[in-house]
């Protein structure tokens, strides 16, 4: 796997998808870090996407949302990925036993965009964006028929409380310099 490494988030090919890992990112902090060590279910949600362009235009995009459980015994964490899977019924995918910094990173693997929706020969911004849930937010989103794709992507758009954490990495590049072996 090649890959481009800019602040804190890292950029590679995995086969037919492009995906991320940010290891010195840290958004399990704060209140929501609390909420989890006093027993409580934490929700988080992530937000991929590709643009292009002077006007920034969103090519591809991948969401997800997160149900974080906390061990109290063990002090390791569980990580549900409660977004739907598209043709499927399985069980949703999840870790568990998992530290901090494992539990983050298990959550960056799972947002990936295919390589299909990418542009290879011009510049784009990949953009993370993770922010904690507010469940008043989400309780329209989130219901018995399932998850709110349009939901989710609406309530990236939403300003941020201020008792949540919300974090952003932007990084630009171009996909053919990601095949390009390293110097």
């Known amino acids: 796997m090649l890959g481009i490494t ?27 870090l609390a909420r ?18 002077s006007d920034r235009i969103v090519q591809a995009r991948s969401i997800a949302h997160f149900a974080f459980s906390y061990d109290i015994w ?5 990580v549900t990925l409660v977004t739907p899977q598209l043709n499927t019924h399985e069980l949703p ?6 530290t901090r910094g ?5 959550c960056l693997d799972q947002l990936k ?11 784009i911004w990949v953009r993370l964006e993770i922010r904690s849930e ?15 794709l349009s939901g989710l ?16 990495e932007e990084i630009s590049l171009k996909i053919s310099d990601l095949r390009k072996p390293p110097l």
């Open 113 to 123: 965009i295919d390589l299909a929706h990418i542009p290879a020969d011009r510049p």
């Open 134 to 148: 507010d469940p008043r937010e989400t309780a329209g989103i989130v219901g018995e028929p399932g998850i709110s």
């Open 153 to 168: 992507i609406a309530l990236f758009s939403h300003p941020v409380k201020n008792q949540q954490v919300h974090l952003i």
């Open 93 to 98: 995918p999840s870790a568990k036993n998992l």
């Open 6 to 32: 800019a602040q804190a988030l890292s950029v590679r090919l995995d086969n037919d998808y492009l995906r991320i890992s940010a290891p010195n990112l840290e958004f399990l902090t704060d209140k929501p």
């Open 36 to 53: 989890l060590m006093d027993g409580n279910t934490v929700g988080f949600l992530g937000q991929l996407t590709i643009s292009s362009g």
């Open 74 to 78: 063990t002090e390791r964490f569980k």
């Open 102 to 106: 494992a539990a983050q990173a298990w």
